[in-house]
């Protein structure tokens, strides 16, 4: 599905948003009958919280959504764009924002009426929003359809989104901008990519490993993005128990939001030099299936044990990250469901990141805050270097004991990237349903890069 505007012109109710403290002076513009129809009904601007007016015809003149307190603002984000699903049918207009705040409302409109209708059909959000003046409308749609696009790559089914599928849905993005893509499998993935072969060749033919690389721009600094392209995740010879195998359609959630992250940049045009690389596997159970104890010598030479075929996307992301820094490295970014460590760490809804400049760091958290899409810094804390470090190999993919395992598996990444290097250990899943982000895939970060972008490469 396409989320779009309504046209500038498209006549519409006026859609008054409204602060709590601003509440009676909202009230005084509006006819005397209005407002006191606003009053009797208790209507006070809470966060979200919408009431239709009526004209002298009967019709909708007019509509109200409260935006929140600062402190429920504080809580949650998208209060407003939950009228989208919650005012009567119509065509309504926004006013009474701007900035940062009209932006959040308008983007957040359009991400609660994603729907996920591949598989059944879905009614659309009642309430349709004219673009909004003051801010670049074309642009927050673009935004939307991006994060659209992640949410649909996770929501599919793992039946219908194998390896294949995933590489699919990178070319059918390449074709869109304009980009290079290659991707490599059998013989030539065995040769030069042996973890993702290992990791991926027990699937069925159908679904065998390859490395998917993109490259969009001619000029401009360069990005790497890495995402974790698991399309299931059975956690290997090392078996999940159901309950933690129950999501394991999204352990590709990396992937899907490095994707959406590309369609952002490419859709805005903006000058860089853009390169995607997704290692696409299935961590399937099979005779052929990489065993515990497994030593491995990776694309970069360094030798892994294998403590746990559940362990398997640091595995993976390895050797993508050694290719990304063969050539010229520029800033290298990776985005992987990597570790259920960090869900404990910091929950659903923060994506912790790890980055090896300050400077870096800075800049990720401030756009992230300007966004709202909440981010959160971890170490790479280096005496912990020696916990990935088992004795018989150079490393070992899951470190006994299980302390620090966020961290452990972003050393353990560290060690094969290039200089430059951010980390993102993200969840990729809504478990509730939230405003603007119903219950199931989601994007986590991607707007906080994107919004970081002229901060971190001088654009
Ligand atoms: N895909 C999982 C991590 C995961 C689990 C992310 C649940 C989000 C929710 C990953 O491949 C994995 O299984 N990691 C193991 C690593 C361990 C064996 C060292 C984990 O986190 O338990
Ligand atoms: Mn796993
Ligand atoms: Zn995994």
């Known amino acids: 599905m396409t989320l779009a505007f309504l046209p500038a012109d498209t006549p519409a109710i006026p859609l008054i948003a409204v602060a709590p403290d601003a509440l009676d002076a909202t009230l005084a513009t509006l006819p005397q009958a209005q407002a006191a129809w606003a009053r009797a ?15 002298a015809d009967g ?46 409302a308008a983007l957040g409109w359009l991400l609660a009426s994603y729907r996920f209708d591949r ?54 993005l390449a074709a869109q901008h304009g980009a290079r893509i290659t991707v490599t499998e059998g013989a030539a993935l065995a040769r030069g990519f042996p973890l993702i072969h290992a990791v991926g060749r027990a699937a069925i033919p159908a679904r065998a490993p390859r490395l998917i690389d993109m490259t969009w721009g001619d000029s401009g600094p360069l990005l ?24 394991m359609k999204k352990d ?48 970069k030479g360094l030798t892994v044990e294998v403590n746990n075929t559940d362990a398997e996307g640091r595995l993976v992301l390895a050797d993508a990250l050694a290719l990304a820094g063969e050539g010229e490295a520029g800033l290298t970014l ?34 992230a805050a300007q966004v709202r899409d909440p981010v959160w810094r971890m170490p790479f804390h280096d005496p912990y270097e020696e916990m990935i470090e088992p004795g018989i190999a150079d490393l070992d993919n899951a470190p006994s004991g299980g302390m620090a395992g966020s961290i452990t598996a972003a050393l353990f990444l560290r060690r094969f990237a290039p200089p430059r290097y951010v980390h993102f250990d993200i969840y ?20 906080a890069v994107f919004a970081a972008l002229p901060a971190l490469l001088g654009l």
């Open 41 to 55: 009904a208790g209507f006070r601007g809470k966060g979200g919280e919408v009431l239709a007016l009526p004209g």
């Open 59 to 104: 019709g909708i003149a007019v509509a109200l959504v409260g935006t929140g307190s600062d402190g429920e603002r504080a809580r949650g984000r998208f209060l407003v764009a939950q009228a989208a699903g919650r005012l009567p049918a119509g065509d309504y207009r926004l006013q009474g924002l701007e900035g940062a705040a009209l932006e959040e």
């Open 119 to 172: 598989y059944r059909k879905a009614d659309p959000a009642p309430a349709r929003l004219v673009a909004p003046a003051g801010i670049d409308a074309a642009r927050i749609a673009r935004i939307a359809n991006a994060e659209a696009l992640t949410r649909d790559l996770i929501n599919t089914s793992p039946a219908d989104m194998g390896p294949a599928e995933l590489a699919a849905a990178a070319q059918a």
């Open 224 to 247: 790497t993005l890495v995402g974790k392209g698991v399309c299931f995740d059975t956690g290997g010879l090392d078996i999940k128990p159901a309950s933690s195998m129950g999501l």
């Open 252 to 299: 590709m959630g990396g992937a899907a939001t490095v994707l959406g992250l590309a369609a952002m940049i490419m859709g805005e045009g903006l000058s860089l030099r853009l390169r995607v690389l997704i290692p696409a596997v299935e961590n399937a159970v099979g005779s052929d299936s990489f065993r515990p104890q497994d030593v491995l010598t990776s694309r």
């Open 334 to 367: 990776s985005m992987a469901t990597l570790t259920g460590a960090a869900r404990v760490a910091v929950g659903p809804d923060l994506a912790p990141f790890y980055a090896s400049d300050d400077a870096d760091a800075a800049a990720l958290a401030q756009a």
């Open 428 to 447: 990729g899943w809504q478990p509730k349903p939230a405003p603007a982000r119903p219950k199931g895939g989601t994007g986590q970060g991607a707007r």
